[in-house]
């Protein structure tokens, strides 16, 4: 990053279609990780896998958490796709998620350097967190609320969960770019990591008919090493292990130039998630911070 912080945003991003193959990790905050271990996880990311982001998965309420983030993201010369959290439970706590993560944003001067993207999740539809047309009007307020900011907003959301509300097109029309989900895993129809193409590529194709010529990323997306009381297949030739986590994104990184090629800006995948600490069975490191097999996936091709 700069020694300073610059005045204007103009040509400050990458174009979006140069965002394609492996862009980062999903990263989870129920932890309310310190800024010493934001600091280097983020520098990890950068560095030793060659990420450009990290999106951010549930929620941590620690006043001035957000402002870690950013100061962490800005000294790791990553980018940030933040999320506002809905949890499982209702409740109106992604209220004040969003008024503090908006506060944040204005008065950080880092903060919209850093953030990408702002997403409402995670799966809002899937999980009817809130009606379709109500999560619309949300998106449409919080871009009117940070228009002079510069910074896209979403939602983070599984195809199946657009479908289950006739394709919510008038969610579609108010986002700005496609996080979508990729979990093959819990598929009916799952069998072996490296046979979920077939899977990935049904969802890709209902996103790109109906995305509107929108960026696609791959964000809440992988494959779990361990089969968990929340991680458990809907079909028993979907094991969860080690090699079909490694599998799953060996596949992924095959198919660099198909991403490359996807209307819109490509597709940019992340992992989910950076750590076993963070979800068991999910992260790229095992719970003793040790790599579970050789990940270097492709940024360009």
């Known amino acids: 990053m700069p020694a300073s912080v610059p005045s204007s945003l103009n040509g400050w991003w990458c174009p979006q279609n140069q965002e394609y193959g492996f862009v980062g990790f999903s990263y989870a905050i129920d932890a309310c990780q310190d800024i010493a271990t934001l600091k280097r996880e983020f520098k990890d990311i950068r560095y030793n896998f ?4 990290v999106r951010l998965y549930g929620a941590c309420d620690r006043s001035n958490f957000y402002d870690d983030v950013v100061n962490a993201a800005w000294e790791a010369g990553l980018g940030v796709h933040a999320l506002i959290w809905f949890g499982f439970d209702g409740g109106n706590a992604w209220q004040a998620r ?3 993560l908006v506060s944040t944003l204005y008065n950080n001067p880092k903060a919209k350097f850093v953030t990408r993207v702002i997403q409402f999740g995670s799966e809002p539809l899937f999980d009817y967190a809130m009606e379709a047309n109500a999560l619309a009007s949300q ?6 609320k940070i228009a002079p900011l510069g910074i896209a907003v979403t939602i983070s959301e599984l195809a199946y969960g657009f479908q289950e509300r006739g394709g919510a097109p008038e969610v579609m029309k108010a986002i700005d770019v496609i996080d979508g989900h990729m979990l093959p895993f819990f598929s009916y129809q799952a069998s072996t990591a490296s046979n979920s193409w077939p899977l990935i590529q049904n969802d890709l194709n209902w996103f790109i008919a109906h995305g509107q010529g929108k960026k696609i990323y791959l964000t809440e997306n992988g494959w779990p090493s361990q089969q968990t009381a929340v991680l458990r297949p809907n079909n028993p030739h979907a094991v969860a292990n080690t090699a079909n986590e490694q599998a799953y994104f060996n596949l992924l990184d095959s198919k660099c130039s198909y991403f490359k090629s996807v ?3 490509g597709v940019g995948w992340f992992a989910h998630l950076y750590s076993d600490r963070q979800q068991l069975g999910y992260g790229i490191y095992n719970g003793n911070g040790q790599l579970k097999f050789p990940f270097k996936p492709r940024t360009s091709c």
């Open 139 to 144: 998106v449409w307020a919080l871009k009117s």
């Open 263 to 265: 209307p819109g800006g």
């Open 98 to 100: 969003k008024d503090h």
């Open 50 to 53: 060659n990420g450009r982001y």
